[in-house]
């Protein structure tokens, strides 16, 4: 009799094999949620950067990046340092941008010169322009993922980076040519170095000085920022050294260390300052431009006793100038007003933030001053955006967010520490908040740059309320010639354009419409809607929009009226 087999039977996994399947999950799927993440970021990046004409602000740093490239020359554009500007020159390096070398003029006719006038491609240069700010802003989105999984683990690193991933501001701004976001971003690094610096203060505290020193090199408002990252750096020595039981002699000793550990990072930082400078020309004597103005005062002193370059110590001449000038006024909410108002910039923050992601910041803040655990976080996440933004309230500058770029970036990580409850409603509650931020930039594609939140009646409405670098930076000026060939081809066009671009170069054959008598002005009036915001009462403008009725618009940022 034959014996007979039993056959094999599959046994259930083990707890073990479980949780192991799970960590090699983990494995791929966490690099797969932030490649994704910083994929679609780049995509709109891109779309935007490809779509866009120049903004106000991108001809000069362009046209300045050009010169530093051929002829390493520091007296364009001395009011920001060189950096940004640098970085600017590597993406212009991969491309043929002609410069007359006898070229003259100021720093805004040298943009023009570059993009308009000497037969570069406008569309090639401005591209190449803008996309070492755009793989930039990519990497400040690793630094927010590495910062949030510090505090929180991996989950909250992809809760954080989806906020950043999907912050319409960040993504308008971070695909422009300009200086904002590499500022706000070396801002953050600093921050997170000097928070890994508590564990390992050798190692990370003189990467912390380099990503400080990018910053003061890139943007003079980060000055601000100096003294609360070099008490943060001294606090962190001081948090790695301290061990129970110090005498007093063995405390004065290591305060002394953590300042000697500040002053280190200092040094650091003032060193890069002097190398971006050196980078451009290294060949002394530097001239004043006759522009810079005479700052007394504790401004003056501060500017005078600063241990930078003399060119550094003109543009803070230069800079705090603009402060006091507050001739131009602003608009908010549908007012134009005058001088400065110190609501103007949180007013504007709340406008263009999804709600979502005002909701998960709020959250995220008050776990980080409640929460035993992070506790310590809100020092390095939370104390920097609220001195800049106390400066910020004290300025005259009612332009845009973009002064306030870093708000999105700290506060991602910020909202992270909600997850430090790790319960399902914390979870449950951050998707839900995320998601519905996804939507509503996904909703505003490809128009960033005048997005506002659904409770301000969308992008569409965002020129109602706010002006400027909010909504309209002259970035639509490529999108209404195709506009105006594609639906209007043979009607008259007057333009009142409020921009650095030039129209006739995209092929808009349009004429002033205040050169001539309004009686003659008949057909489409094409309108900026900055210049509509700030139109003064009674004055050309108001009466010629008065007489005339909107019908339609262009990437909601420029208005088109029908006069008869």
């Not at 600017?88 to 003259?104: E, M, Y």
């Not at 057909?523 to 809607?529: A, M, P």
Request: avoid cysteine.
């Amino acid at each position: 009799m034959a014996t007979r087999h039993a056959e094999p039977t599959a046994t259930a996994p083990t707890p073990r094999s479980r949780f192991d399947v799970l960590r090699r999950q983990r494995r791929w799927l966490l690099p797969l949620l932030v490649a994704v993440l910083l994929a679609q970021m780049a995509a709109a990046m891109i779309t935007t950067a490809v779509e866009q004409t120049p903004t106000i602000d991108e001809p000069v740093y362009v046209g300045t990046a050009q010169v530093y490239l051929e002829q390493r020359d520091l007296r364009y554009n001395p009011e920001h340092p060189p950096l940004g500007k640098l970085i600017i020159a590597s993406g212009l390096a991969f491309t043929d941008v002609h410069l007359d070398p006898d070229f003259t003029g100021d720093q805004t006719a040298l943009g023009r010169h570059v993009l308009y006038e000497s037969g570069n491609d406008p569309w090639r240069v401005m591209l190449f322009a803008r996309l070492p700010m755009i793989a930039l802003t990519l990497l400040f989105g690793l630094v927010v993922f590495a910062f949030a999984r510090d505090l929180v683990g991996a989950v909250g690193g992809v809760a954080a980076l989806a906020l950043y991933a999907f912050s319409p501001d960040v993504i308008a701004h971070g695909s422009l040519a300009t200086l904002d976001v590499p500022a706000a971003g070396f801002l953050l690094t600093s921050a997170w170095l000097l928070w890994r610096a508590r564990g390992r203060p050798f190692r990370y505290l003189p990467p912390a000085g380099l990503a400080l020193g990018a910053a003061l090199a890139t943007r003079m408002n980060t000055l601000a920022a100096a003294p609360v990252l070099l008490l943060l750096a001294a606090w962190s020595f001081w948090s790695a050294r301290r061990t129970p039981g110090l005498d007093r002699r063995g405390t004065l000793r290591l305060v002394a260390y953590a300042v000697l550990a500040a002053a280190g990072v200092a040094l650091v930082a003032i060193a890069v300052v002097w190398s971006a400078y050196l980078a451009v020309d290294p060949r002394p004597p530097w001239t004043t431009p006759r522009n810079v103005p005479d700052i007394g005062g504790r401004r003056g002193l501060l500017t005078a006793w600063l241990p930078v370059p003399e060119p550094y110590r003109d543009g803070m001449r230069i800079q705090f100038g603009i402060e006091y000038s507050t001739k131009g006024g602003g608009f908010l909410f549908g007012r134009r007003y005058f001088g400065s108002l110190w609501y103007y910039l949180p007013a504007a923050v709340l406008v263009k933030t999804p709600l979502g992601m005002l909701a998960l910041w709020a959250a995220g803040a008050v776990t980080l001053l409640t929460a035993r655990r992070l506790r310590p976080a809100a020092l390095y996440l939370l104390l920097l955006p609220a001195v800049l933004m106390a400066v910020l309230l004290d300025g005259s500058r009612g332009f845009g967010v973009r002064y306030a770029i870093f708000l999105p970036m700290f506060l991602a990580v910020a909202a992270a520490g909600v997850l430090v409850h790790r319960s399902r409603w914390a979870y449950g509650m951050t998707a839900a908040l995320v998601v519905f931020v996804a939507v509503s930039s996904l909703r505003t594609f490809p128009y960033y740059l005048p997005y506002s939140n659904e409770a301000f009646g969308g992008t569409s409405k965002t020129h109602q309320h706010l002006h400027d670098s909010n909504v309209d930076w002259g970035q639509d000026l490529g999108r209404l010639a195709e506009h105006l060939r594609q639906r209007y081809p043979d009607e008259r066009v007057w333009l009142g354009y409020k921009g650095s671009g030039v129209p006739s170069h995209y092929g808009i054959d349009a004429r002033d419409p205040f050169k001539v008598n309004p009686e003659e002005v008949r057909g489409l009036l094409v309108i900026s809607n900055s210049a509509v915001a700030k139109a003064e009462p009674g004055g050309p403008l108001e009466a010629l929009i008065e007489s005339s009725r909107p019908i339609d618009e262009v990437g909601h940022s420029i208005t088109i009226f029908r006069r008869d």
